[in-house]
């Protein structure tokens, strides 16, 4: 299989990758306080790429 081929399957995905990434880095430099450290929580985005973002969004971010 070339790089050819698998670039259609694999270039949307790494794009829903980018952008989950930056609106997650977004609202963490926009959240005040967090579950946890807010190191943490960066740390998190930043290495677990996809699922990082998702995390920080849904247990991550403190309610008011």
Request: avoid cysteine; charged fraction near 10%; hydrophobic fraction near 60%.
């Amino acid at each position: 299989m070339e790089i050819v081929e698998v670039l259609p399957i694999v270039a949307p995905i790494l794009v829903i990758q980018i952008i989950l990434m930056i609106v997650g880095l977004i609202a963490w430099t926009k959240t005040d306080e967090t579950n946890g450290p807010k190191w943490m929580w960066l740390l998190i985005i930043l290495f677990f790429s996809v699922i990082g973002p998702i995390l920080f969004f849904i247990i991550g971010r403190r309610q008011q």
